[in-house]
């Protein structure tokens, strides 16, 4: 495979799985988007290991995903926040999880947590819409140019 | 961890990581929503050896994202199709690639394709908007209830 040949691998796909490298990553996401900043709540949501979430958080942060803060000085304690690129992860997030609970018919795959909108009440049913013209959006109405690189 | 404790655990979103368990899964799916159905047309245009593209063919075949039919009686000749929980998968390739493309500032990782959205012939910008009340949504916008499982 020459270099020109493979300007279609989905290189931004392939570094951006990488961060999710595995399912802990994104259950402890899901926490920091549901509001928990603190790793004892962290630990006691997730059932999880101390030294699974040292690893976790620690990946998060390298990736810029979550940033350490000290929210106390004596004794001295963090909290992890999300980044403004770790909020722009929330798309990603909810699009796995819609696609999850519609088509994996196995109940315990729903895990007992339902995401509701909170402006209407409703569970959250999520459409994907362009910016530009408003419509929703469909794979059949997208096509792809190839830009001028090499 | 006891069974109840690990109701957070998103079996739902390991799940479904499985399926796009490497970047060539990816690769073929992103070809399949450009149109793409036929084995060497998938070779040529990834540049992808025979015997990977045929793994991950039967992967997404065995996964249900695509089903294969049969075009051409002689020779027998099949091609690859979306099924209904494939065309679903459209918005989680988009929102990783659009997260990519914002956040991975890697000129390689644009890997020179570009998403036009067909109707208003704009570079695909996708927003994500409640089915319900047509707002945009934001993570801060959504809490969770934990339904009554055990």
Redesign the interface.
């Known amino acids: 495979?020459?270099p020109s040949?493979?300007?279609?691998?989905?290189?931004?796909?392939?570094?951006?799985?990488e961060i999710?490298s595995d399912?802990w990553s994104?259950?402890v996401l899901?926490?920091v988007?549901?509001g928990v900043r603190r790793f004892g709540d962290f630990q006691s949501?997730?059932?999880?290991s101390r030294s699974v979430l040292t690893r976790r958080l620690k990946h998060l942060v390298a990736q810029k995903i979550l940033e350490r803060r000290r929210y106390s000085t004596r004794p001295a304690r963090y909290e992890y926040r999300?980044t403004e690129?770790g909020?722009?992860?929330?798309?990603?997030?909810?699009?796995?999880?819609?696609?999850?609970?519609?088509?994996?018919d196995?109940a315990?795959?729903?895990?007992?947590?339902?995401?509701?909108?909170?402006?209407?009440e409703?569970g959250?049913?999520?459409?994907?819409?362009?910016?530009?013209?408003g419509?929703e959006?469909?794979?059949s109405?997208?096509?792809?140019?190839?830009?001028?690189?090499a």
Chains 1, 2 share one sequence.
């Open positions: 495979m020459t040949q493979a300007k279609h691998r989905p290189v931004a796909v392939e570094r951006t799985l999710f399912s994104f259950a899901q926490e988007f549901f949501n997730l059932a999880i999300l690129r909020r722009d992860m929330y798309p990603i997030f909810v699009a796995f999880r819609q696609w999850g609970e519609r088509w994996l196995d315990e795959s729903h895990a007992g947590l339902r995401l509701i909108h909170r402006p209407c409703h959250l049913d999520m459409k994907f819409c362009c910016r530009h013209c419509k959006i469909h794979a109405d997208v096509h792809y140019d190839l830009a001028s690189s």
